[in-house]
Nanobody, 120 residues
Framework: QVQLVESGGGLVQPGGSLRLSCAASGSIFSIAAMGWYRQPPGKQREFVARMASGETTNYADSVKGRFTISRDNAKNTVYLQMNSLKPEDTAVYYC??????????????WGQGTQVTVSS
């Protein structure tokens, strides 16, 4: 079993910054990819950013140039640096990981979510 523990959410004013962290622990052979999704109030969950094992990154158009995803492979941790935050970035942010287990199968895991609120 794998656990994803997120931290770093909170309340920030428009134009401010926050850094989210997500640490994976448990039965992990390797991590194929880690990333972030978000669910704004009253809307469906949407893709934000992703980093594959080869450090290839993908971003949603709405966050390009403002958000940066990075990984610390030694700590099995992914970060999301969010700058120039806007009210429309308000959402619950979920960490996602695609893990290769010791049986060599891949499994998807989700964090519990962390609230980010951008408001003056």
């Amino acid at each position: 079993q794998v656990q994803l523990v997120e931290s770093g959410g909170g309340l920030v004013q428009p134009g401010g910054s926050l850094r989210l962290s997500c640490a994976a622990s448990g039965s992990i052979f390797s991590i194929a990819a880690m990333g972030w999704y978000r669910q704004p109030p009253g809307k469906q969950r949407e893709f934000v950013a992703r980093m594959a094992s080869g450090e290839t990154t993908n971003y949603a158009d709405s966050v390009k140039g403002r958000f940066t995803i990075s990984r610390d492979n030694a700590k099995n941790t992914v970060y999301l640096q969010m700058n120039s935050l806007k009210p429309e970035d308000t959402a619950v942010y979920y960490c996602h990981a695609r893990i290769t287990a010791w049986d060599k199968n891949q499994y998807d895991y989700w964090g519990q979510g962390t609230q980010v609120t951008v408001s003056s």
